[in-house]
């Protein structure tokens, strides 16, 4: 194990070689970003918050009834790096009061030196020299939650099936992050086309995880080769993606591989790290084979953005001799990202406002009531909907089977989770967990690691890097917004 001890703490004004910098996203799940740059030019790649569910406990305290916090206050609760030059300057000045809705920018002053702990507020995108572009590689929060609070001017790369998922989540009212138009300049980059900034060159190969357009990164300076995985799997609909990036990594012979590590356990939970994967086919059975003996309704619980999942519920509702019933947002997702119309929409009460401000479904997708769902439950698969998870309680006493497959509770370490799931088997339903999430297990990042056989491997997106350096000696540990060299990384 090489445990990263800054060679230089001093940033040059115009370093001749590539340094690199882990701004945020080491010992957490989500959250990576990480810039790259060679001279005046710069790479950014991945730009969202880290997933901690004590996190949004700790934001209620700050920011109860619904206020949003400010700019500031996601860079002091670490929510996003303090980083210079791609924040608006008005985002970074100081709010004098409090109205109705939330802090007014209308009376804003320029930000006190120090920040916090910090020595200076970063410096603003209108006052920064550089060339900047941000790098996506899937469009999950995790990972994209940065990118309303970037500046517009920041042009924004991410794969053509990515910009697609993008779009489909602006037009459904599923995107947190923001919509497309809000940058002026988005790059759709197909699949292994060069792009550069300045002598940055970079390309996309996709692989597979639990949303379409999922791409790891490649990365070339005059004096470094990158790859970054972004979020893969091996046990998904689509290995053969995972497969072909593996084999085009090898052959790239990088200097670092930055490898998300999501499923490394801690050290006290040994048998976790032998634990075999849930293939999705393998989820897919179960689910047919439990959902054809239950009289009442089948519910199942998953994140929407996993259009893959979706598809396949339209498809086994079908199968079983029911109707397809998806909640308003996951509807126009799929039918946005797919053209696919073979299912029923829910109409929810007091929803028509805020469908109206959604993309328009066309007529032959049947609109369904809560009330006709209550009345005749058992003839319907449905998706909870994301914006109606009550769902399952009004539903109580109707024998239904609810599988929980990789939706919000994802388990027990979540506090949420304990007392979610009683209210939901005291409704009446028999509760299935039938996880098979986005991340490879730990035996699959293993493989990859020995098939690509980096110079050195950099652990992201995990809590336990340290299960990495037990087993490959060349594995790098780096601290926190340090900038390195390669001569300071690579042997
Ligand atoms: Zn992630
Ligand atoms: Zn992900």
Known sequence: ?????????????????????????????????????????????????????????????????????????????????????????????????????????????????????????????????????????????????????????????????????????????????????????????????????????????????????????????????????????????????????????????????????????????????????????????????VAADVRGPVLVHTYVRDAERLLLYVNLAKTLGRKALLGPKAARYLFALTGRRDFAVLRLPDGEAEEARLLPLPREIPRVDLADLVASPQEFFVHVPCTYPALPLDLAGTEGVFFHSDGMPYGPHNPAYGPWREAIEASGFRYELLHANGHAVPDHLFQIVRAIAPKRLVPVHTYNPERYAEIFPHTFLPEHRVPYGPKDIVP
Do not use: C
Not at 145 to 150: A, E, N, R, Y
Not at 223 to 250: C, I, M, W
């Open 1 to 289: 194990m090489v445990v990263g001890i800054p060679l230089r703490k001093e940033r040059t004004a115009l370093p001749r070689e590539t340094e690199i910098v882990f701004h945020a996203g080491l010992r957490q799940i989500g959250g990576t970003v990480v810039e790259v740059r060679y001279g005046e030019a710069r790479l950014l790649f991945d730009f969202g918050s880290a997933y901690r569910p004590a996190q949004a406990f700790a934001e209620a305290q700050f920011f109860p009834d619904g206020q949003k916090p400010s700019l500031r206050h996601l860079l002091l609760l670490r929510r996003l790096p303090t980083l210079d030059g791609v924040y608006r300057r008005q985002d970074l000045l100081l709010p004098l009061r409090i109205d109705g809705s939330g802090y007014s920018k209308d009376d804003a002053s320029p930000s006190p030196t120090p920040f916090g702990r910090e020595e200076r507020s970063p410096v603003p995108y209108e006052e920064w020299s550089g060339e900047t572009a941000v790098f996506i590689s899937h469009f999950h929060l995790d990972h994209t939650s940065g990118l309303p609070w970037l500046h517009p001017k920041v042009p924004v790369y991410t794969s053509e099936e990515s910009l697609r998922v993008w779009k489909a989540l602006a037009l459904s009212g599923l995107a947190e992050e923001g919509a497309p138009d809000d940058h002026e300049t988005v790059v759709p980059m197909p699949e292994e086309r060069n792009f550069r900034i300045g002598d940055i060159r970079f390309w996309v190969l996709s692989v597979d995880h639990n949303v379409p357009g999922a791409s790891a990164l490649f990365l070339e300076t005059p004096d470094l080769r990158l790859v970054y995985s972004g979020d893969l799997r091996l046990h998904g609909s689509n290995p053969q993606k995972t497969a072909r990036f593996v084999a085009e990594a090898r052959s790239f012979r990088p200097d670092l591989l930055l490898l998300e590590g999501t499923s490394l356990p801690p050290e006290r939970e040994e048998e976790a790290l032998r634990r075999a994967p849930t293939f999705e086919s393998a989820l897919a059975k179960r689910l047919a084979d």
